[in-house]
């Protein structure tokens, strides 16, 4: 049985709370009265101070402790939380990223200048230095709790917390014994006692909360306030360490029975997030993965399944076979859907570069983002962290000017960059919206021109204009910054959705800004197919990407020729045959098939010799050797055991195009 390293499990949690104060302070530049996020921010910041020493990350609980300090303060309404503020805390949260994570690599310099920033903004903030701060009288609470009896086994340590304790103000610690057994029948690895804690903080009631996060679950806990000095006869508070006994008949500390336990942890806030989230679990993405690997191998043992059924007789066998595929078809959507994941924590990521990159440029910068809660496997997630990057940098540089020329131009002085998500069939079409100069078309002409890209005097539709920018080494840039002009990100990004069997549509309207939209698909693990053959092989078609299939008979085959255009309703559609792309040497059939596709708004035709049917793709990656076909996305495994390869047709439609243009410039 594995055990939990608990300092993992620290930083786990610490992850999480970096970003939810990120956030926090993100917001609180624009609403710097908003009570809930300095709450949010300040209980942040005490969780990772808490969570810090009780787990042996002494330098992070120490940096911390300056910073809840200052929020401390801005909690009180003694300090407004000005931009200054904000962008000091923004460092911090940085620097203690970095002592948690990299703690070999922080620099103790760079703590004590952070620190001294956020000691002249409090300074300034307050009118006066730290130390002329009014002092306020202390409240007093009364804490008391029993740990789980295995406690100790399970590696919670009693005193950790307890020290924790004293960290927020004078504390007396008494001990009460009457569970205690006697000497022979001690167990060492239990916990017996039960402490009654008496405090006097400036903290609230949260802070003393946060100290028992990690043991809520099982552990008796009450937190009460002290409000008459009666309460605090029998145990005055001093700032001291001792334990004090207290008898075995002191009723005050006894059980409390459930229906007095009003003020006890369970009826707060803290205890409500953790009753919730006893009802999800961390799992390790790697065995997400595996459970995928394991249920594709599923699918393809069902899909075998059924080929023998379909040539068996036998009506049991047949039943059992529909029965499995269903079954598997389940387990296949339910596992697909664990591994989805809402876009909006990847966009969440881009509102600190966005703030940054506005301070860095002079420029001021709107954030909108429009359907978060839209999912999208976590693999394409994670994988567009970087294309995303580039092309909010490429708006912000590029796209948007400064508030004197969008004020010259009629515009607001803020810029926008929207960035939304939205389901569309079985893709996902991520987009990245500026509302600033727009593409300039003569200067994309001009350098295209310049590099052969584009044959002077040519007249290529926006499209294949704009469709330009995407290629290696292509720039626009008259200087290079350090945010662009070098002909790399855009390179990168349409490497990546490549990569994603994905494609870029660009938009930009003369002086209307710019939308680029990524076109994803859903998962890039299982995905339903039409498998076709052309000669002897198998080639499975992203069910997705198919529009419709028309047959082709000999007569309007032996028309085509020379031509490669099917006349599709009034609409004529540029077709490729497969069987001449795959050198297939068998006769064809006498009645081929053709299969529309899209990508974007662009339609071609696929020539084949058999439509077998739709099939559940579990897509496998080729190997290095084959990192060059580009007309191949992958392969997948056929109920008979034999591989059959999957088209990418992003790039079957640009080859379509490339050759409807060849017989448009020799017609």
Not at 119 to 141: F, K, Y
Not at 286 to 300: A, K, N, S
Not at 452 to 476: H, K, Y
């Amino acid at each position: 049985m594995s055990t939990i390293d608990p300092a993992q499990v620290f930083l786990q949690e610490a992850q999480e709370l970096l970003e939810q104060l990120e956030q926090s302070l993100l917001d609180l530049e624009h609403t710097p009265n908003d009570s809930e996020l300095i709450d949010t921010a300040f209980r942040a910041l005490h969780t990772i101070k808490g969570s810090g020493a009780m787990f042996g990350f002494d330098a992070v609980a120490a940096f911390t402790h300056h910073v809840e300090t200052a929020f401390d303060l801005v909690r009180k309404g003694r300090v407004t939380p000005s931009r200054e503020l904000v962008a000091v805390a923004l460092a911090a949260k940085d620097q203690m990223r970095l002592l948690i994570e990299q703690p070999e690599n922080a620099s103790a310099t760079l703590c004590d200048a952070i620190l001294a920033d956020l000691s002249q903004v409090m300074a300034a903030a307050t009118g006066s230095g730290s130390d002329d701060v009014e002092q306020t009288v202390p409240d007093a609470w009364r804490i008391r709790f029993r740990l789980p009896a295995d406690a100790m086994a399970t590696g919670t340590n009693p005193l950790l917390l307890l020290d924790e304790l004293r960290t927020l103000g004078p504390a007396t610690v008494q001990a009460q014994i009457e569970g205690v057994p006697a000497l022979e029948d001690i167990d060492p690895s239990l916990c017996y006692l039960r402490w009654v804690v008496t405090l006097r903080t400036e903290q609230p009631r949260a802070a003393i909360e946060q100290v028992f996060l990690f043991v809520l679950d099982d552990t008796e806990l009450e937190i009460e306030r002290i409000v008459s000095e009666p309460d605090l006869i029998d145990a005055d508070i001093v700032p001291s360490a001792e334990v004090v006994v207290l008898p075995r008949d002191d009723r005050r500390t006894g059980p409390v029975p459930v229906g007095q336990q009003s003020t006890a942890l369970a009826a707060t806030p803290a205890t409500a997030r953790a009753t919730s989230s006893a009802s999800t679990i961390r799992v390790p993405a790697e065995r997400l993965d595996e459970l995928m690997d394991r249920v594709g191998e599923l699918v393809i043992a069902q899909l075998r399944l059924k080929q023998i059924a379909a040539a068996s007789d036998d009506v049991a066998v047949k039943g059992v076979a529909e029965e499995i595929e269903r079954l598997s078809l389940e387990l296949r959507d339910t596992t697909m859907g664990v591994r989805m994941l809402p876009i909006g924590q990847l966009f969440g990521r881009f509102r600190r570069l966005i703030h940054d990159l506005a301070r860095e440029l002079g420029k001021k910068i709107e954030l909108v983002t429009i359907g978060e809660e839209t999912e999208l496997d976590k693999t394409v997630i994670e994988r567009l962290n970087d294309p995303l990057i580039h092309l909010i940098r490429n708006a912000i540089d590029h796209g948007l000017e400064d508030p004197e020329e969008r004020a010259a131009a009629g515009k607001r002085p803020t810029g926008r960059i929207t960035l939304s998500a939205r389901h569309v069939g079985a893709e996902v079409r991520v987009s990245i919206a500026d509302d600033g100069r727009g593409l300039d078309r003569a200067r994309i002409r001009a350098r295209a021109e310049e590099n052969g890209l584009v044959a002077p005097g040519g007249r290529p539709t926006d499209n294949e204009l704009f469709q330009v920018i995407l290629l290696p080494g292509f720039s626009t840039a008259k200087k290079v910054t350090s945010l662009s002009g070098r002909g790399v990100g855009l390179d990168v990004v349409k490497r990546t959705v490549d990569g994603l069997r994905g494609t870029i549509d660009i938009a930009s309207p003369v002086g209307s800004g710019s939308e680029m939209t990524l076109r994803l698909p859903l998962t890039l693990a299982i995905i339903d197919g039409l498998l076709v053959r052309v000669g002897r092989g198998r080639y499975v078609i992203p069910l997705s990407a198919v529009e419709e299939c028309v047959e082709l008979s000999t007569e309007e085959d032996a028309r085509s020729r020379g031509r490669s255009f099917l006349n599709l309703r009034g609409d004529l559609v540029p077709f490729l045959r497969l069987r001449e792309l795959f050198n297939a040497k068998e006769p064809a059939d006498h009645y081929q098939k053709v299969v529309i596709v899209s990508a974007g708004e662009l339609r071609v035709g696929l020539v084949v010799d058999q439509v077998i049917g739709d099939h559940q793709t579990v897509i496998k990656s080729l190997s290095k050797l084959h990192a060059d076909v580009e007309i191949f996305s992958g392969a997948t495994i056929l109920g008979d055991g034999t591989v059959a390869l999957i088209l990418d047709i992003a790039h079957l439609v640009e080859q379509g195009q490339r050759h409807e243009e060849r017989l448009k410039a020799a017609s």
